[in-house]
């Protein structure tokens, strides 16, 4: 499914913002069901985000409900994870997962994804 490259992140304080993009090498990723997950030393990957190929239906992980939003622009081959209200508890490498399959309310499991990036590490400051 061709390869993701993972950018924005970067040290933060709380309360500020970043945007992270995902950039797919792929064209035909138009197709694909892009995710950000994260994942924080000794924690699991956990869902942060997902959005459907052509990105009429998004869904937002419980922990970051309200403040992180996700969006696409396919013309540009980008997902785009904008953070608001960044807390030190965010703090993690964020990764994006691609799938060919639409995985509606169960985006949030890891396995399902074929195809990720090597990450980009945010640190939020308190």
């Known amino acids: 499914q061709g390869q993701l490259v993972e950018s924005g992140g970067g040290p933060v304080q709380a309360g500020g913002s970043l945007r992270l993009s995902c950039v797919a090498s792929?064209?035909?990723?138009?197709?694909?069901?892009i995710a950000w997950f994260r994942q924080a030393p000794g924690k699991e990957r956990e869902g942060v985000a997902g959005?459907?190929?052509?990105?009429?239906?998004?869904y937002v992980g419980d922990s970051v409900k309200g403040r992180f939003t996700i969006s696409r622009d396919n013309a540009k081959r980008t997902v785009y994870l904008q953070m608001n209200t960044l807390k030190p508890e965010d703090t993690a490498n964020y990764y994006c997962?691609?799938?060919?399959?639409?995985?509606?309310?169960?985006?949030?499991?890891?396995?399902?994804?074929?195809?990720w990036g090597q990450g980009t590490q945010v640190t939020v400051s308190s």
């Open positions: 997962g691609a799938s060919r399959r639409f995985l509606g309310p169960s985006w949030g499991r890891a396995a399902d994804y074929t195809s």
């Open positions: 792929d064209p035909t990723s138009i197709d694909y069901f």
């Open positions: 959005i459907s190929a052509i990105g009429t239906v998004s």
